[in-house]
């Protein structure tokens, strides 16, 4: 899940608000586990690119802040190493502005899944979104599609 969907939680003026509170309040009650990358060996989330991402929206209360509390108290996250440099390369072409996003598509590689959720239409424009089903074999969908 892309860090913009818990900054859409707490921001009641932006047009994915309602469907982000929605997709978080499904993870809530799911047993969804979130994927962090992992900078120190699975130890730590002090290097994680993504932990720093979630960083500014689940430091005040409400439900982003309870939702990553529940997430990390209940255990239910993994870590993983970063995707093979042919897939980074990837990741790199179709989100050329983003370092961070190239990391959450890449991340999403390595998901059972291969899914992910991001209200960024900016990095993960549709042309984003298409070619990374095509070429990676992950759906990028917004929350109100989640």
């Given at each position: 899940m892309d860090a913009n969907v818990l900054g859409h939680c707490s921001n009641t003026t932006d047009r994915f608000h309602e469907a982000s509170v929605d997709y978080v309040s499904y993870l809530v009650?799911?047993?969804?586990?979130?994927?962090?990358?992992?900078?120190?060996?699975?130890?730590?989330f002090s290097g994680s690119h993504l932990a720093n991402e979630y960083t500014p929206w689940v430091s005040?209360?409400?439900?982003?802040?309870?939702?990553?509390?529940?997430i990390l108290s209940?255990?239910?996250?993994?870590?993983?190493?970063k995707p093979?440099?042919?897939t980074r390369r990837v990741c790199a072409r179709l989100v050329p502005r983003n370092k961070r996003d190239?990391?959450?598509l890449g991340l999403a590689t390595c998901s059972p899944d291969r899914y992910l959720v991001s209200n960024d239409y900016d990095?993960?424009?549709?042309?984003?979104?298409?070619?990374?089903?095509?070429?990676?074999?992950?759906?990028?969908?917004?929350?109100?599609?989640?």
């Open positions: 009650g799911s047993n969804e586990v979130l994927l962090f990358d992992d900078t120190s060996g699975g130890t730590s005040t209360p409400g439900l982003a802040q309870s939702f990553f509390d529940l209940s255990g239910r996250f993994k870590f993983y190493e093979p440099l042919p190239q990391i959450f990095d993960f424009d549709v042309a984003a979104r298409v070619a990374a089903k095509r070429e990676l074999k992950v759906t990028v969908e917004d929350a109100s599609e989640a």
